[in-house]
């Protein structure tokens, strides 16, 4: 039940939440000083993955880092079995 609501309706493009932000930060900063770097990153179009990108390089120190943004990286849609748990559409496809 938690799953559905906090599923992201899918077609929707919400942006990244405080958590999110914060949890970018972190991913950022553990990878910075896990002595990472990157030479190019890509990102779907959806603006919450965007964001978490600009967090993540911005913590990194690399805000200048060339990007390639794709619809093809977007999370898929599942029609009528999107925002389901695994109990939910194993009982509906039956």
């Known amino acids: 039940m938690e799953q559905r609501k906090t599923a992201s309706p899918v077609g929707y493009d919400v942006d990244l939440s405080d958590k999110g932000r914060t949890e970018a930060k972190a991913a950022g900063k553990l990878l910075k000083d896990e002595g990472f770097s990157f030479d ?6 959806l603006k919450r993955a965007i964001h978490t990108l600009w967090n993540i390089l ?5 805000a200048w880092l060339p990007t390639e943004k794709s619809w093809k990286l977007n999370e898929r849609h599942y ?11 194993a009982e509906k496809i039956r």
């Open 79 to 89: 029609g009528a079995l999107q925002g389901l748990n695994k109990a939910e559409t």
């Open 40 to 45: 190019f990153a890509y990102t779907s179009v």
């Open 58 to 62: 911005d913590e990194l120190d690399q």
